[in-house]
């Protein structure tokens, strides 16, 4: 009977730490990435706006190219969308909020499973010199688990930062080889 009050008093303890210590940890997230592209802007563009030339590049996609996916809507429109579950990569969907053509492509991010989260992901293009430097942020809040979740994983950046770069530099390769 003692352990078991032992066992109790540190699960209470464990409990109020943990919820206690989230008011401590940032409620919100941004990663960010850019990259240099020598290709026109309209390419750029087509290869993020259009989700079926965004798989082709997609770093998760890549990660799990079993995953059933599924497109609808009209391509570098608000309301496309591309939908996806897989055992590795969970359950989610891209849809395209907000676009301005050749320069930036919104899109709520929704992860369905394993955990449920939205993330604000925007792809920026702004001409630099002959090439374009294409911007790649997403950002959102952090709720109770996803606090622990990056502390414990070194903090979104880490988590996400060089799928970024791998997709970045995968979009750069197709976009340039499209021309």
């Known amino acids: ?18 919820i206690a210590g989230s008011f401590f940890l940032p409620k919100t997230y941004s990663v960010s990435r850019s990259i240099k592209i020598n290709a026109p802007d309209s390419t ?42 897989g055992k590795e990569t969970g359950a989610g969907q891209m849809k395209i909020l907000k676009v301005e053509t050749n ?23 702004q001409p630099e010199g002959p090439a374009n430097k294409v911007t790649w942020t997403m950002s959102g809040e952090n709720n109770m688990i996803s606090k622990w979740m990056c502390l414990i994983m070194g903090g979104m950046d880490k988590m996400i930062g060089k799928d970024f770069e791998t997709g970045l530099t995968d979009l750069k390769k197709k976009s340039e080889n499209t021309q």
Do not use: C, Q
């Open 44 to 85: 750029i563009y087509r290869n993020i706006a259009d989700f079926k030339e965004f798989y082709k590049w997609n770093p998760w996609a890549k990660m799990e190219p079993s995953a059933k996916v599924n497109f609808s809507g009209t391509p570098a429109e608000p309301g496309h969308v591309y939908e996806w579950i």
């Open 1 to 18: 009977m003692k352990f078991l009050k032992i066992l109790l008093a540190i699960i209470v303890i464990l409990v109020i730490v943990i």
């Open 103 to 125: 320069k930036l492509v919104d899109i709520d991010l929704f992860f369905k499973e394993p955990f449920e989260s939205h993330a604000d992901t925007k792809f920026e293009i």
